[in-house]
């Protein structure tokens, strides 16, 4: 028993250490060559977002923030979060990040998986380019089930035009890598809704059985949390805010020191085997002075808002265009002025849509 519980330590060890050294290595190589190979070291916010949406402020503020050091993150940071079922077809998760590097703070925005896409023109060409089999209008969880052939980069587009916004990155990740990576960080704390939540469904393998009350959630546990929503009054709506709520959890759990420290190794070994993303290697150093300002007091999240409505006997989330307007700009557009504090609280509208 002695033997293999020190085989176990030794095995552990080493891959640590073998997944460390090769990314101190990747950083060595990248810091020689933003500071000897001319790598570029100014971050052009005109290539995020359309110029005319970019004010005079936030320009001097990046030029100001370059100067200061060659390993500078952007102002914004965009993010698109996916979380794809078992089959890799619908995207049950849809949240765009984005992250203010001058003030720390994260807004989350949701997606419900029900809301109405719909493609015309060019749009529309591009999509039957991929799938000849398209309808010109689907549920937002359903574009990348239509379109992954040709990978996230459909997707992506379709939220940038449904937002308005620029993405910079993407972030793919399956129920597996959820699972595990709960499990690798050694489960995390949660208050389960009053009543708990039962559901089970054999067809998709899903079995949730979770009382009521704060309690250390598992791998296992916390998928049931994130995917149940039969049970709740506002359906999808509600399981958004629960996984917002989850976030944040993990968040100010994780970013404990002691806790990354302690669970590196397999919390690296399960990203680099379960999670797909175009973040790389070379886009790290940027953001590493901007981890010890990053607090769930700092994150504002909120739902886009809309009604439901029966398109073709089907019922759909139609979105309130008023309303997601105004969560837009002040989400992706809003305060960056380290200065001025400004707090965003979690929203839940339910206005008439827009004809």
Same mark, same amino acid.
């Not at 997944?19 to 060559?33: A, D």
């Not at 933003?34 to 949406?53: C, I, M, N, V």
């Not at 910079?168 to 960080?185: E, P, T």
């Given at each position: 028993?002695?033997?293999?519980?020190?085989?176990?330590?030794?095995?552990?060890?080493? @891959?640590?250490?073998?997944?460390?050294?090769?990314?101190?290595?990747? &950083?060595?190589?990248?810091?020689?060559?933003?500071?000897?190979?001319?790598?570029?070291?100014?971050?052009?916010?005109?290539?995020?977002?359309?110029?005319? &949406?970019?004010? $005079?402020?936030?320009?001097?503020?990046?030029?100001?923030?370059?100067?200061n050091g060659i390993f500078t993150p952007p102002i914004r940071t965009n993010i698109l979060i996916t979380g794809v079922d078992k089959e890799e077809?619908?995207?049950?998760? &849809?949240?765009?990040?984005?992250?203010?590097?001058?003030?720390?703070?994260?807004?989350?925005?949701?997606?419900?998986?029900?809301?109405?896409?719909?493609?015309?023109?060019?749009?529309?060409?591009?999509?039957?380019?991929?799938?000849?089999?398209?309808?010109?209008?689907?549920?937002?969880?359903?574009?990348?089930a239509y379109t992954k052939s040709a990978g996230i980069e459909p997707l992506k587009t379709t939220v940038e035009n449904l937002l308005g916004i620029?993405?910079?990155?993407?972030?793919?990740?399956?129920?597996?890598?959820?699972?595990?990576?709960?499990?690798?960080?050694?489960?995390?704390?949660?208050?389960?809704?009053? %009543? %708990? &939540?039962?559901?089970?469904?054999? @067809?998709?393998?899903?079995?949730?059985?979770?009382? $009521?009350?704060?309690?250390?959630?598992?791998?296992?546990?916390?998928?049931?949390?994130?995917?149940?929503?039969? %049970?709740?009054?506002?359906?999808?709506?509600?399981?958004?805010?629960?996984?917002?709520?989850?976030?944040?959890?993990?968040?100010?759990?994780?970013?404990?020191?002691?806790?990354?420290?302690?669970?590196?190794? $397999?919390?690296?070994?399960?990203?680099?085997?379960?999670?797909? @993303?175009?973040?790389?290697?070379?886009?790290?150093?940027?953001?590493?002075?901007?981890?010890?300002?990053?607090?769930?007091?700092?994150?504002?999240?909120?739902?886009?808002?809309?009604?439901?409505?029966?398109?073709?006997?089907?019922?759909?989330?139609?979105?309130?265009?008023?309303?997601?307007? $105004?969560?837009?700009?002040?989400?992706?557009? %809003?305060? @960056?002025?380290?200065?001025?504090?400004?707090?965003?609280?979690?929203?839940?509208?339910?206005?008439?849509?827009?004809?």
């Open positions: 028993m002695r033997n293999s519980k020190t085989n176990y330590k030794r095995k552990f060890f080493v @891959t640590f250490f073998s997944v460390f050294s090769v990314l101190l290595v990747c &950083l060595l190589f990248i810091f020689f060559g933003y500071k000897f190979l001319g790598a570029e070291k100014s971050y052009d916010p005109t290539k995020q977002r359309d110029a005319t &949406l970019i004010s $005079e402020k936030e320009l001097k503020q990046q030029t100001e923030q370059t100067s077809s619908l995207t049950d998760v &849809l949240m765009v990040a984005s992250f203010i590097s001058t003030t720390g703070e994260i807004n989350l925005l949701s997606i419900p998986r029900d809301t109405y896409i719909s493609y015309k023109g060019e749009d529309l060409t591009a999509l039957r380019k991929v799938n000849r089999g398209a309808p010109s209008y689907m549920k937002a969880n359903s574009v990348y620029k993405i910079d990155y993407y972030v793919k990740v399956d129920l597996d890598a959820f699972v595990s990576i709960v499990d690798a960080v050694g489960g995390i704390y949660f208050d389960v809704p009053k %009543g %708990g &939540l039962k559901y089970s469904d054999p @067809t998709q393998d899903l079995y949730i059985n979770l009382k $009521e009350g704060y309690q250390l959630l598992d791998g296992k546990a916390a998928e049931g949390l994130v995917r149940f929503r039969k %049970g709740y009054n506002r359906q999808d709506l509600q399981r958004v805010e629960v996984q917002q709520q989850f976030i944040k959890e993990f968040i100010t759990q994780v970013l404990n020191k002691d806790t990354l420290v302690s669970n590196l190794g $397999e919390i690296t070994l399960n990203l680099i085997k379960y999670v797909e @993303t175009d973040f790389s290697a070379s886009d790290l150093p940027k953001y590493l002075n901007c981890i010890p300002n990053i607090a769930t007091s700092k994150m504002n999240t909120a739902t886009l808002p809309g009604n439901p409505q029966m398109i073709d006997n089907l019922s759909y989330y139609v979105l309130d265009n008023s309303g997601t307007k $105004e969560i837009v700009d002040q989400f992706f557009y %809003g305060n @960056t002025d380290p200065e001025k504090e400004e707090t965003t609280e979690q929203v839940e509208t339910s206005s008439t849509p827009e004809k």
